[in-house]
């Protein structure tokens, strides 16, 4: 004798959900009928179809599951279009399309065409960086430029150094000179808006150039202390030339 679907639980489940199992639905809580999603062992993988993309003025056809959705969809799309999965949108006849949606349960067949879009906070979050970046560069650019000259300024205080160390007196000016020249670079950097490396590297000039004006301010004091070098010359004296005596003609 057969028992029914209702009476005890060897049955395995209602007629419904027995025709459901082997047409390939299944049954979902509520008895709502769709079809199965998950592979089922010894029967084919669903076809594949070959969708049209449009990506502004890009074209180009990617082959997925028929019973893909549209957010394994976007992972696809990633290599051709840059976009992550979450910075993408995705319309079908004229509808964006979320991501758990199936293609094929919206329609999607062979050769349909899907437009893609970039997401418009992405697409704020991308110039954003983008013009962050243009700072950073520019900012670089900046502090290198400066960097050479501090190089040279440095060169100067280290070579002024080395002749106040061994005893040679310096005119003032030529010490204030170099002061000023640097204090003009440590305001250029300062002037210089700059993040990350860009800021690391501008203050690691700003350091170097108050060392160098710190060294001068020690070399102007000793320089006070030196006495000017008096340089004597020994002018060689030469005898007065011998007269000549002309000879006169009539």
Excluded at 117 to 140: C, F, G, I, P
Excluded at 164 to 177: D, F, L, P, S
Excluded at 217 to 231: A, G, Y
Aim: with cysteine; proline share 4%; aromatic share 6%.
């Amino acid at each position: 004798m057969r028992r029914s679907g209702s009476e005890g639980g060897s049955s395995g489940g209602s007629a419904e959900e027995m025709w459901g199992e082997a047409a390939g639905w299944e049954m979902r809580p509520g008895g709502l009928l769709v079809q199965q999603r998950a592979p089922v062992p010894g029967r084919p993988p669903p076809p594949q179809v070959r969708v049209r993309i449009s990506y502004g003025a890009a074209r180009y056809e990617v082959s997925v599951s028929s019973v893909a959705t549209f957010g394994e969809l976007k992972k696809l799309l990633t290599a051709d279009s840059g976009l992550q999965p979450a910075e993408q949108r995705l319309l079908y006849k004229g509808k964006q399309r979320g991501d758990t949606e199936y293609l094929d349960a919206c329609g999607v067949k062979n050769r349909s065409k899907i437009v893609l879009v970039e997401d418009s906070t992405s697409l704020e979050r991308r110039y954003t960086e983008m013009r962050k970046n243009a700072r950073m560069q520019r900012a670089h650019r900046a502090v290198s430029t400066i960097s050479l000259d501090v190089d040279k300024l440095a060169d100067q205080v280290t070579t002024m150094e080395k002749y106040i160390r061994n005893g040679n007196k310096v005119a003032e000016v030529q010490i204030t000179t170099l002061i000023e020249l640097l204090m003009r670079q440590a305001i250029r950097l300062d002037s210089i808006s700059a993040e990350g490396d860009a800021s690391s590297q501008r203050n690691l000039q700003a350091k170097r150039v108050q060392k160098c004006v710190e060294t001068l301010d020690v070399l102007k004091v000793s320089n006070t202390k030196l006495k000017p070098v008096v340089v004597t010359t020994k002018w060689e004296t030469f005898d007065p030339p011998t007269t000549t005596q002309w000879e006169y003609f009539e």
